[in-house]
């Protein structure tokens, strides 16, 4: 309601002015002819320009004459910058009279390139008189620098002229206008006061149902993008009823609270300090977040924070939009573990094959197993054997650090690790200290008849990605070392096959 206030208030204002501006102009045209002559600030302000630009003409030629009997270097350049501030002195003035000549203007401009012309005179001058010529300089000077320099101010001199001329017949055709001013303002008056009314009201009207399409529009947006504001701390100051349902949350429990980018998975910290790297530097933010609401259910969404900058660039605030992507996660998602499951792992194994063999660096496909888990569903269950699915998935992906390091859930107890850009040795050691750390968890396996605890077999084949693998060959020959590994159980075996013989590494 307060913005039809002001706009009514505006116009109310608006047609007083028009009102009073009638009973004025009628009782102030008198002085119209007064306000007219100030048009002679436009020939005035030539004439005066190029009155200046003769003065500095004057002043240049009397530094031209000093650059000849210039003593040393220090006392010429002197003089040269002296030159040079009145030169562009001269060109402003230049600039005044081409804005403002009321003239032909070819004559400005005649006048403009025998000034130009002048400084190629001015130039050999100054090239004579520090090559040491002296004589030769001051010949130019008194000769061929003195005719333009007449040339010059004559040409400058007859614009002058036209200037005050052209002041003379403004103050006449002033005069001339002023009783047919005061009969065109008492007319204008009335109709500017008809006209106003007329603009207010369809002003008004159009208004009106401009807010009401803009009131639709927030109520859209409100209802169906996920849109948030925050502070430079990453406090939330504004929040879309999309996104408060998105956090099953409501406005009155975001707004003023901290938002840590809505993310208060595990991971809210490390992605937190990644994000604020990022959009301190004033540079736009965008990944995938995850959401955990208060039944424990997972939600995700595709997040971008833009900065916002006032007039200096300085960050005032953060504008975080997000969409949710929780389908396409849980297309790609293993529900049970969090981690990708076999489409994914389909997906980003053929990418990573191609990526390899293009740039030829190494890539490992690894396969593991969870030891007779089987007989550990059979003894404690199958909510108890979730369990351990989960804290061996957690395991694993706590132990990838790289991010060309990937771990899926292919099915049951199968497991896979696609790690890039790591030599043999180096992936032998990496994947038997998660085969490692699966045993330090301690799940007891009491049926095991390799451990009272379970346990992992790992398989895997390294090529050095000089050879053209399919996804189906690599994932044959992991299978093939995972056969192997399964022999003894709770050991890892990693062949290779690098451009040289084949090579396999096995450890327990």
Excluded at 38 to 59: C, D, E, L, W
Excluded at 334 to 350: G, I
């Amino acid at each position: 309601m307060q913005p039809y206030r002001n706009l009514i208030f505006g116009f109310v204002l608006i047609i007083s002015l028009m009102t009073g501006l009638g009973g004025f102009s009628l009782f102030h045209l008198n002085n119209i002819s007064k306000d007219v002559e100030n048009i002679y600030n436009h020939p005035f302000a030539v004439s005066n320009a190029g009155q200046s630009i003769q003065t500095r003409i004057f002043a240049i030629h009397r530094d031209m004459k000093d650059v000849v009997l210039a003593k040393n270097p220090e006392q010429l350049q002197k003089i040269l910058d002296q030159v040079n501030a009145q030169e562009q002195k001269v060109f402003k003035e230049f600039d005044v009279i081409f804005e403002r000549f009321l003239g032909n203007k070819a004559s400005i401009k005649q006048t403009y390139q025998t000034f130009i012309e002048w400084k190629r005179i001015r130039d050999e001058v100054i090239r004579l008189a520090v090559a040491g010529q002296t004589e030769a300089a001051a010949e130019i000077t008194k000769g061929r620098g003195a005719l333009h320099v007449d040339k010059l101010l004559s040409e400058v001199h007859e614009f002058v002229i036209f200037a005050r001329h052209k002041a003379d017949s403004f103050k006449t055709q002033s005069s001339e206008n002023r009783d047919h001013s005061l009969f065109v303002v008492s007319v204008l008056s009335v109709l500017t006061l008809v006209i106003s009314s007329f603009i207010a009201v369809n002003v008004i009207r159009r208004m009106s149902k401009a807010q009401k399409r803009l009131s639709q529009r927030e109520y859209l947006i409100d209802q169906n993008i996920m849109i948030a504001t925050l502070d430079k701390t990453g406090v939330v100051i504004d929040a879309s009823n999309a996104l408060c349902r998105f956090l099953d949350s409501t406005k009155a429990e975001v707004i003023g609270k901290p938002s840590n980018f809505f993310n208060n998975s595990d991971l809210q910290d490390l992605q937190a300090e990644q994000i604020w790297k990022t959009i301190s530097t004033g540079k736009n933010w965008q990944g995938e977040i995850c959401h955990i609401n208060t039944d424990g259910l997972m939600f995700w969404a595709n997040s971008r924070i833009l900065p916002n900058l006032d007039d200096n660039f300085t960050i005032t605030s953060f504008t975080n939009l997000l969409q949710d992507s929780t389908s396409k996660k849980l297309s790609i998602t293993d529900k049970l573990t969090t981690l990708p499951n076999r489409r994914s792992f389909e997906e980003v194994l053929e990418r990573e094959i191609k990526l390899s063999y293009r740039h030829t660096v190494p890539i490992t496909l690894a396969i593991l197993d969870v030891d007779f888990f089987k007989l550990y569903n059979d003894t404690y269950g199958h909510p108890q054997g979730d369990k351990a699915l989960r804290m061996v998935a957690d395991c694993i992906l706590g132990c990838l650090r790289r991010p060309t390091d990937y771990a899926f859930r292919i099915g049951g107890e199968e497991f896979a690790i696609i790690i890039a850009d790591q030599d043999i040795q180096k992936t032998q050691e990496f994947l038997d200290s998660i085969r490692g750390k699966v045993e330090a968890l301690s799940i007891q396996h009491e049926q095991s008849a390799i451990s009272k605890v379970v346990t992992i077999s790992i398989g895997a084949y390294w090529t050095d990605g000089c050879i053209a693998l399919e996804k189906n060959e690599l994932y044959t020959e992991a299978d093939k070392a995972l056969y192997l590994a399964k022999t003894n159980r709770n050991q890892t075996i990693v062949q290779g096959k690098p451009s040289e013989p084949n090579a396999a590494i096995n450890a327990a």
